[in-house]
């Protein structure tokens, strides 16, 4: 059966309201994903989340294992991925609020991004002019005007190396080069979900204005804040859209 997934990021790493039935450790070619999936209901619905940065918030964004993760979703028998992220902001948006990104500059670097390489594999080269899936964007977005959030509807994810956030001149350069917000596990978690042809799309909560955006430095308390406020948001979000987003992978609109 077609399932849902919920990737977790900062601030997500359980779903208060999924009623869990079953943990599964699912091994891949790839080695071990960041967590046990944690199968169970949401809202009376079954969907599978995964804890991108690990159980206890152990991974950084450039040592996730990103392709044992989706390939572990797609091995459950996963068809769509609600992935959650949170993110600086280029452009001026409101704290904890939430956006749904429709482009992605990828400014990462070493990290183990495609499923077609190495040895005595055929070279495939992907469409990826619309990195997210449309159809559940729209959905999401749907959700969040139900959800009474402030959303923002499109938007350019610069996806960095990380750990550290990005300097003043740097962000000078995302802006330029057209990015709206900024996180560090955008890539290759996108591009990997479309290779294995996953309908992928993300909710973006914006925690801090990125470096140089505001007065202040960035702070690690004010990121706490924001992350606590816009999960809770994603929550709601997420109980509003679950029905629909199932009910989608078992009767896809025309
Ligand atoms: N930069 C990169 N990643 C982030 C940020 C940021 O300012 N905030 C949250 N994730």
């Not at 959650?84 to 609020?97: H, K, R, Y």
């Not at 959905?139 to 190396?161: C, F, M, P």
């Not at 990015?179 to 309908?199: H, Q």
């Not at 809770?232 to 859209?241: D, F, G, P, S």
Request: charged share 20%.
């Amino acid at each position: 059966m077609a399932l849902v997934a919920i990737i977790g990021g900062s601030g997500l790493t359980n779903l208060k309201n999924l009623e869990i039935t079953r943990r599964e450790m699912i091994r891949t070619p790839y080695g071990e994903p960041s967590a046990p999936m944690v199968f169970g209901s949401l809202g009376n619905q079954n969907v599978v989340f995964l804890p991108r940065h690990g159980p206890g918030h152990t991974i950084p964004p450039h040592e996730i294992n990103y392709r044992a993760n989706l390939w572990a979703l797609k091995e459950v028998g996963v068809a769509k991925v609600i992935a959650v992220a949170s993110v600086g902001t280029i452009t001026d948006l409101p704290p904890a609020s939430v956006l749904f990104p429709d482009q992605i500059i990828d400014y990462t670097y070493g990290r183990k991004h495609t499923f077609f390489g190495g040895e005595n594999r055929q070279v495939r080269h992907i469409d990826f002019t619309h990195p997210y899936c449309e159809e559940l964007r729209q959905r999401l977005i749907k959700a969040a005007r139900q959800a009474n959030l402030i959303v923002t509807d499109h938007g350019t994810y610069a996806a960095t190396q990380g750990p550290r956030f990005e300097t003043a001149a740097e962000i000078r350069r995302l802006e330029r080069d057209g990015a709206d917000i900024v996180g560090m596990t955008g890539m290759p978690e996108a591009s990997l979900a479309k290779e294995l042809e996953l309908c992928y799309a993300t909710i973006a909560v914006a925690v801090n204005p990125a470096a140089g955006k505001s007065e202040r430095e960035i702070s690690l308390k004010e990121i706490e804040h924001n992350l606590h406020q816009g999960m809770q948001n994603v929550r709601t979000l997420l109980e509003h859209a679950i029905p629909y987003v199932v009910r989608d992978v078992h009767t896809p609109p025309e």
